[in-house]
């Protein structure tokens, strides 16, 4: 079984500029830090597919039709629940196509025959993980991201989660330009 999600995925610049942005409060946190080729902001999460019906979400993500997206990363956030700092996204002009396509391919998937989690959108991206808790209690959150991140997306892809020793190992199974949506 495949683990896949539906996501946007910043150019590796643009990752490796976020991870050395936070990298002193990774380390302030006593956290591990996510590697830079790892962020990313899910759209849209399937879960467990067999093999054999990986051509049927690829060709349901075919038929989505969205605009490129702009979010601007601008804060921090501290969430204790899953213990991470992650990137958040302000809600602004890019956070509706942003949606829309997150519902799109939602929906997309549920035609096709799978079962998303299908959370509203909360545009985000995870940079640390295993954040001590207490550590993380004595600062302000939410903090601004400084700089902030101003992310041009001209595509989405459909990734796969797999376990690795250190953690969580993601690669890009397919990719689909946003305006004109051509499978690459």
Not at 48 to 65: I, W
Request: proline fraction near 7%; hydrophobic fraction near 50%.
């Amino acid at each position: 079984m495949l683990r896949l999600f539906f996501a946007l995925q910043p150019m590796p610049w643009q990752n490796s500029a976020l991870a050395d942005a936070v990298a002193p409060l990774v380390t302030q946190l006593s956290a591990q830090r996510v590697p830079a080729e790892n962020l990313h902001a899910t759209l849209c999460f399937i879960g467990a597919v067999a093999e054999e019906k990986l051509d049927a979400l690829k060709a349901a993500a075919q038929e989505v039709r969205a605009r490129a997206v702009t979010l601007n990363f601008d804060q921090l956030e501290y969430w204790a629940k899953p213990g991470i700092v992650c990137a958040t996204a302000a809600e602004s002009a890019g956070a509706m196509p942003a949606q829309a396509l997150s519902s799109q391919l939602a929906d997309a998937a549920v035609a096709a025959g799978f079962a998303p989690d299908a959370k509203p959108l909360r545009a985000h991206l995870t940079l640390a993980r295993k954040v001590d808790a207490t550590l993380a209690s004595e600062g302000e959150w939410p903090r601004p991201l400084s700089p902030p991140a101003n992310l041009r997306f001209d595509r989405f892809v459909l990734m796969r989660s797999e376990r690795g020793e250190a953690g969580s190992i993601y690669s890009v199974v397919a990719e689909w330009l946003l305006d004109d949506n051509k499978s690459r």
